[in-house]
């Protein structure tokens, strides 16, 4: 079974530095994508970014980019030039060809400091 | 234009008695989902209808049933409810690939007492 781990329950950074967020994932499977959401206090899930396993290059929106490995089965996610409005727990989340579903990770808290 | 959206935003409501969460999604997906979020903020798959038909089912309770009249609507249902079903529950719909993002309703809040 596929399994996305996140192992940094909370995280906290200045506003305008760089933070990174660490995402693991265990699969069997060669074809999938990850995906990195934003849930803010509004509780609303937010898509940031998205990777396609079978793209050798990194993702990138804006100020936030990926930093995927595939052969670690890593998925890392960069905010660059911390905002305010970046403070959310943001959730790592796998979508395999086999089922319909995305499996999530358990999440890790930004916060970010003025 | 609201995407997907789902009412009650809250529910407060006494064990044993039975509720439904109504959801609504007009981004002409074939896929709808609920999913739970607990109090540890984990997100876990409830189900999963595709075009009316139910392709997954996450071993919950049978006395949570979901209901899909069309494609549009996935509404849920929760029979004789424990303080245990408090969580938040997220609807949310995408077209069947799996490069598509999902897009989520605002949640309802359950709380049991």
């Known amino acids: 079974a596929q399994t996305v781990t996140q192992s940094q329950p909370e995280m906290s950074v200045q506003e305008a530095e760089t933070v990174t967020l660490s995402c693991t994932y265990d699969?069997?499977?060669?074809?999938?994508?990850l995906f990195w959401y934003k849930q803010p206090p509004s509780r609303q899930m937010i898509l940031v970014i998205r990777?396609?396993?079978?793209?050798?290059q990194n993702a990138t929106e804006n100020r936030f980019s990926v930093n995927f490995q595939k052969a670690a089965k890593s998925f890392s996610l960069k905010i660059s030039d911390s905002q305010l409005g970046d403070a959310a727990m943001y959730f790592c989340?796998?979508?395999?060809?086999?089922?319909?579903?995305?499996?999530f990770g358990t999440g890790t808290l930004l916060a970010v400091q003025p | 234009d609201t995407a997907v959206s789902q009412t009650p935003k809250y529910l407060v409501t006494q064990m044993g008695n039975d509720k439904s969460i109504k959801c609504e999604q007009n981004?002409?997906?074939?896929?709808m989902y609920w999913y739970k979020q607990d109090s540890k903020k984990f997100l876990k798959i409830m189900f999963s209808?595709?075009?009316?038909?139910?392709?997954i089912n996450e071993t919950v309770p049978n006395r949570f049933s979901p209901k899909s009249p069309d494609k549009a609507h996935l509404n849920l249902h929760i029979n004789s409810l424990e303080l245990g079903d408090s969580a938040v529950y997220f609807c949310?719909?995408?077209?069947?690939?799996?490069?598509?993002?999902?897009?989520f309703g605002q949640g309802t809040r359950l709380t049991v007492v």
């Open positions: 990777q396609e396993a079978y793209k050798q």
């Open positions: 981004l002409g997906h074939d896929t």
């Open positions: 209808y595709n075009n009316k038909e139910l392709i």
């Open positions: 949310a719909s995408s077209q069947q690939t799996m490069n598509t993002e999902a897009f």
């Open positions: 699969t069997s499977e060669s074809d999938y994508y």
């Open positions: 989340a796998y979508h395999g060809g086999a089922t319909n579903k995305l499996i």
